[in-house]
């Protein structure tokens, strides 16, 4: 499995920008497709999860309203486009994939996102400028 992220960068105060995430060596309909950020001393955060199989798209409170994750089976792509910036979305994003089997969809996320379990790709760095 490898997954590469490209699009990050520094954006004003309320710009736009879109990640994307290309994927290889699995089935999108077998994995959960995820974003995750993590800012500079702060713990890693669940942003979008994603289960094509299970029609189910989640996205945390933080971004609501403001970032869409989609996943494009045919190009192997998953993207989060993200609009509104603020400064406090300053992070490096991750893409991330995991067995479907190995977590459950509620309502608060992909609840048992196992990080030694999952694939993760190096990181894209959003820098928002005030």
């Known amino acids: 499995v490898q997954l590469v992220e490209s699009g990050g960068g520094v954006v004003q105060n309320g710009g736009s920008l879109r990640l994307s ?3 290889s060596g699995f089935r999108f309909d077998d994995y959960a497709l ?3 950020r993590q800012a500079p001393g702060k713990e890693r955060e669940e942003i979008s999860c994603i289960s094509e199989e299970d029609k189910y798209t989640y996205h945390s409170a933080s971004v609501k309203g403001r970032f869409t ?3 494009d089976s045919d190009k192997k792509t998953v993207y ?3 609009n509104e910036l603020k400064p406090e979305d300053t992070a490096t994003y991750y893409c991330s994939v995991i067995s479907r089997i190995l977590v459950d ?3 608060s996320g992909c609840v048992g996102w196992n990080e030694n379990m999952a694939y993760w ?6 820098t928002v400028s005030s």
Not at 121 to 126: D, I
């Open 121 to 126: 790709g190096r990181g894209a760095l959003v």
């Open 80 to 82: 989060l486009q993200m």
């Open 105 to 107: 969809f509620e309502e």
């Open 69 to 71: 994750a989609s996943a």
């Open 21 to 23: 995430c290309a994927t």
């Open 34 to 36: 995820g974003w995750f």
